[in-house]
């Protein structure tokens, strides 16, 4: 698989005394949607401007397209910034028409474009409407388009669905996965697991400026998780199980149900059921899942008294 983007030894700080990026290694195929997922703080939209150009590094090596960062690599990466840069005076195609121009694209091809970003975002009946008049879904969808307008080889999401209604998420996810299936590479940055889990192949976790594991979606929860993962459901849900329970790690826990870790399905399985008897009232083996994966990575466990 070719490589679109490799970073090595980022280190990057805003001032000299606080360095927010902390020697960042980071690959990014060609093809891939790849999710940079961390808390807030930890780096992710500071790592999208390094990559961008926008910031320069203290120290490290970025290329794009195995080249070093320049105009004609900038002009082959799109950004969709969580702090929209529109023009709420402007009419949705002016806005679009507008980033086409400071990409330098221009006359019929540019229109071409700007009709064929609308019609994939979905707004080119709103086109005449000024921005100031859309919805926050909506203007995530201009947001969009004013990102891709230029057909860009990759794209970058800053928390694309952030600020956005529930409902309204899956539309957007769409958008992500059609631009892909036109062969864009993806780059999502989010602090919502699940989000990454639905949309991703490839996955980066930050955690305080470090990137602290990186790799396919699958062969990291598969690197994570070696034993089986089983799912407790309990008749209630009573503190003194946690010691019954103490030298398997649990990953999860809520109300009457918890997750986790066994080293063998068939004899832990069992010895589960004879320690806590009518009390349990199910076990049943469960696929982990990136949100264990980043619990275990990032997390502090759910509930302190089961630190085991
Ligand atoms: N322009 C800036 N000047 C100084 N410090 C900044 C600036 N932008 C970000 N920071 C600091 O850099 C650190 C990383 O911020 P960044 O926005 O990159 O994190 P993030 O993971 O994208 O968070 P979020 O998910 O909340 O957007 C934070 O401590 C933040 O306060």
């Known amino acids: 698989m070719r490589t679109v983007f490799r970073g090595d030894s980022i280190r990057f700080g805003y001032d000299k005394h606080h360095p927010v990026l902390k020697d960042i290694a980071i690959t990014i195929e060609d093809q891939s949607i790849y999710g940079l997922v ?13 990559m961008l150009g926008l910031e320069k590094p203290d120290r490290g090596t970025l290329t794009w397209f195995n080249e070093r960062i320049n105009h004609s690599t900038n002009r082959r990466v799109g ?19 507008l980033f086409g121009k400071l990409y330098r694209h221009r006359g019929a091809r540019l229109k ?37 307008v230029h057909r860009p080889d990759v794209i970058i999401f800053d928390e694309a669905t952030s600020g956005i209604e529930v409902e309204a998420i899956p539309f957007i996810h769409a958008i ?23 949309l991703c192949t490839h996955v980066g976790v930050l955690k305080d400026g470090c990137m602290i594991a990186e790799g396919r979606l699958d062969s990291l929860i598969a690197q994570y998780f070696k034993n089986p993962v089983a799912k407790l459901e309990l008749e209630e849900y009573v503190e003194e199980l946690t010691t019954q329970l103490s030298h398997y790690s649990i990953l999860y826990s ?36 990136l949100a264990n994966v ?10 302190d008294h089961h630190s085991l």
């Open 176 to 198: 992500v996965r059609q631009l892909h299936d036109l062969g864009m590479t993806i780059i999502y940055l989010s602090q919502n697991i699940a989000e990454i889990e639905q």
């Open 294 to 303: 980043y619990d275990r990575l990032v997390r502090r466990p759910r509930i």
């Open 254 to 289: 809520e109300a009457n149900t918890l997750l986790l870790e066994a080293m063998d399905q068939q004899h832990d399985f069992q010895k589960i059921r004879s320690v806590l008897g009518k009390k349990l009232r199910r076990i049943s083996p469960v696929e982990p899942r």
């Open 112 to 148: 071409q474009q700007v009709e064929q970003a609308l019609q994939l975002v979905g707004l080119w009946e709103e086109r005449r409407q000024d921005a100031l008049s859309l919805t926050d879904e909506q203007l995530q969808r201009l947001n969009i388009a004013c990102g891709m």
């Open 79 to 97: 950004y969709v910034p969580h702090k929209k840069a529109l023009f709420y005076d402007l009419t949705v195609y002016e806005n679009v028409m």
């Open 38 to 50: 961390g808390p807030a703080g930890s780096g992710k939209t500071t790592l999208a401007k390094v």
